[in-house]
């Protein structure tokens, strides 16, 4: 009987800013060849997937109506968004064997073109930053599906009003009250076990690996082995800076750190690594 939990193993994207990125870069690259379902329904599955970053396992019956498509149109959709490997599906089982809703999984996409520096007068049709929705789940999520509350919380209130920006801006870190007790499985454990060591908090180790997985696309490693040893030299030279307050600014710290410790050991990345 495959029964899948929903729980931060699942997640594809380090933060909904990420995700919401991509997103954003997908239907610039690839909106014009996709039918206005299926663009639709990947705003739609974005908005419905921050607990667990880029996870969502909303039934079909339940999304087709909010998009105002039938359910065969929907399930088009879907196929067309699996087709650019934006997405993917899980499918998913009851305790009892019964067939429930499937997991979707919004993907990081590769050769995308980068967004414009003025992308609220060109990008009409790419991803709205204004809330983020929760689906409907049939049992209660555990503990390790929260995210990060300041990330969920920006898109549910939204940007609207001033008071709202300066929210937004004090929440800019990891909260106290919401600390992982353990770290992601996507982890490589090499990594997550020192950061888990000096901080206690996997969510420190979850969100700095997903700056390592930055680094790997401009350099394509593919190797988590490699992965891990940057990651590890990396967090050795930095952690002593690292402050819960300033979590976001030491993220920046640290993605500079990687790139450093990757062209010291393969000197002729270094082109690759200026880029960005």
């Not at 870190?173 to 950061?195: E, G, L, Y």
């Not at 710290?253 to 990687?258: E, K, Q, W």
Request: net charge positive; glycine share 4%; hydrophobic share 35%.
């Amino acid at each position: 009987m495959n029964t899948i939990s929903i729980d931060q193993s699942l997640a594809t994207f380090a933060s909904v800013s990420d995700m919401d990125k991509t997103v954003r870069r997908f239907l610039y690259t690839h909106g014009h060849e996709l039918t206005h379902s299926a663009i639709q329904l990947l705003k739609r599955l974005a908005r419905y997937s921050c607990k667990v970053v880029g996870v969502s396992w909303a039934e079909a019956e339940t999304m087709a109506p909010k998009l105002g498509i039938s359910v065969r149109t929907f399930w088009r959709a879907v196929k067309q968004l699996e087709s650019f490997g934006i997405i993917s599906r899980i499918a998913r089982r009851k305790k009892h064997g019964e067939r429930s809703s499937n997991i979707y999984q919004i993907q990081p996409v590769e050769d995308l073109r980068e967004l414009p520096s003025s992308s609220s007068d060109t990008l009409d049709g790419t991803l709205p930053m204004s809330h983020c929705e929760e689906a409907k789940i049939p049992y209660a999520p555990s503990v390790e599906q929260m995210q990060s509350a300041a990330e969920t919380e920006s898109f549910k209130t939204g940007l609207s009003s001033e008071e709202n920006l300066k929210t937004v801006k004090r929440e800019k870190r990891i909260p106290n009250s919401r600390v992982w007790k353990k770290v992601p499985k996507n982890v490589p454990t090499d990594f997550a076990s020192p950061v888990m060591r000096d901080t206690a908090d996997g969510q420190v180790a979850f969100r700095l690996w997903g700056k390592v997985l930055l680094v790997d696309k401009l350099c394509g490693f593919e190797n988590p082995t490699t992965l891990a040893d940057i990651a590890s030299e990396t967090w050795k030279r930095t952690r002593s800076l690292y402050k819960e307050r300033d979590f976001n600014k030491f993220c920046g710290l640290f993605y500079g750190a990687l790139k450093r410790v990757t062209a010291e050991r393969f000197p002729l990345l270094d082109p690759f690594l200026c880029k960005r």
